[in-house]
């Protein structure tokens, strides 16, 4: 891609946001401005800020305990606490003459490919007028199901959206390391990451550990996602001095994941934003087509097919022995498909192109 401008994206946690008693410090919120600004005017570099925080302000505002909370008083705090935070964005950027945008997302919105084209036309539209997003989950409609979770993966997710070149993940450590050092103080800072193996894994703790809203264990999740995506990705120190500018700049601070080989913005969306709706079972001439001859799908290799879809729709192409090959965009309904290959007729279209379609070795 020839753009002139770099672009990045610069995800802030609750815990670099807060106070000791977690409650939001305008003085950090300055600083992370101020940086932001720099970029911008000073660097040719185009920003996006994925900032948390809403819950944090809006329970300080409300004076609520954040301990014995329930899932929509949590909303609730969300809901008063994001308008708080982004009126408090809107000043100290106007300060330096820039305006921003809010955006609120949620994984559902990734999943539908015309949610996802429309938020990806208005990111570029904003960052074409110079105006700079700044998003965070949309806690009140967000459940379980359409849930980020966690506003790393998001920061990949608009990363991906943004297609930037570099995601910076704030938070109160100065990277990923080989354990929890709060835990394990001889453990040491991982510099950089080519690949992301179950040691690192295990490193970042494992389910049931008990640190922020998911403490490096999601920070590794959207690390994943972005080098898979052909994105870097910096773990660092909200606190250390002028942070952002040093890691764009090259410096060695933090983790830095690096990327892989970037997809193309559908095949992206097919790999990691897309819902699968269904599953065509191949035969083995069918598999070797896809793998080795870099084919389209065609009707006559599908053996079985699973799942209610239309077209349009995300599908796995599986193997018999259940490996699944491939994910593609599928051109007919389940209902059609079903009836095409029952029928000894010949179809000329392609029941998944090659175009739209991602082989899973090495993807997912
Ligand atoms: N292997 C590890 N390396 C670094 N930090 C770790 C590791 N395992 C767990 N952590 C914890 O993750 C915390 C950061 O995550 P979190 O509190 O969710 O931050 P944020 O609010 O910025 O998203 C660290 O303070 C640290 O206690
Ligand atoms: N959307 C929530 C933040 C969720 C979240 O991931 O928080 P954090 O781990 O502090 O980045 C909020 O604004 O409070």
Not at 36 to 52: D, F, G, I, M
Not at 167 to 178: A, P, Q, R
Not at 342 to 361: A, F, K, N, T
Request: glycine fraction near 10%.
């Amino acid at each position: 891609m020839s753009r002139q401008k770099k672009r990045i994206v610069v995800k802030v946690g609750s815990s670099s946001l807060t106070d000791e008693r977690g409650i939001i410090c305008m003085e950090r919120m300055k600083t992370l401005v101020e940086s932001l600004v720099r970029l911008k005017q000073e660097a040719n570099t185009e920003v996006l800020l994925v900032s948390s925080g809403a819950v944090a302000a809006g329970l300080g505002h409300l004076q609520w305990s954040r301990t014995m909370i329930t899932m929509p008083e949590k909303q609730a705090a969300a809901a008063v606490g994001q308008g708080l935070l982004i009126e408090t964005y809107k000043h100290l950027f106007a300060e330096y003459g820039e305006m921003i945008a809010q955006l609120l997302l949620t994984r559902g919105d990734i999943e539908d490919r015309k949610r996802y084209v429309n938020i990806r036309n208005t990111l570029e539209t904003l960052l074409h007028y110079g105006i700079i997003p700044i998003v965070n989950e949309n806690d009140t409609v967000a459940v379980d199901e359409i849930r980020f979770g966690d506003n790393d993966t998001l920061g990949s997710w608009v990363g991906i959206l943004a297609e930037a070149d570099l995601v910076i993940l704030l938070t109160d450590i100065d990277g990923l390391y080989t354990a929890n050092p709060k835990e394990h103080p001889d453990a040491r800072r991982i510099e950089v990451v080519k690949e992301i193996t179950p040691e690192l894994e295990k490193a970042a703790g494992g389910t049931g550990s008990v640190h922020g809203t998911g403490g490096m264990k999601t920070k590794l999740q959207a690390a994943k996602i972005a080098m898979q995506a052909g994105i870097e990705l910096v773990i660092a120190h909200s606190r250390t001095e002028r942070v952002i500018e040093r890691v764009v700049a090259g410096e060695p601070l933090g983790t830095r994941f690096l990327p892989q080989k970037r997809l193309s913005g559908k095949k992206q969306w097919i790999a990691f934003g897309s819902k699968v709706k269904g599953r065509l079972f191949v035969d083995d001439g069918a598999a070797d087509a896809l793998v080795h001859g870099g084919k389209s799908l065609l009707a006559p290799g599908i053996v079985r097919i699973e799942g209610t879809f239309t077209e349009g729709d995300a599908v796995e192409i599986v193997q018999l022995d259940q490996r699944v090959i491939a994910k593609g965009i599928v051109n007919y309904s389940d209902a059609d498909l079903r009836m095409i290959c029952g029928s000894s007729e010949h179809h000329l279209r392609e029941v998944v192109h090659r175009d739209v379609m991602i082989l899973l070795e090495g993807v997912v």
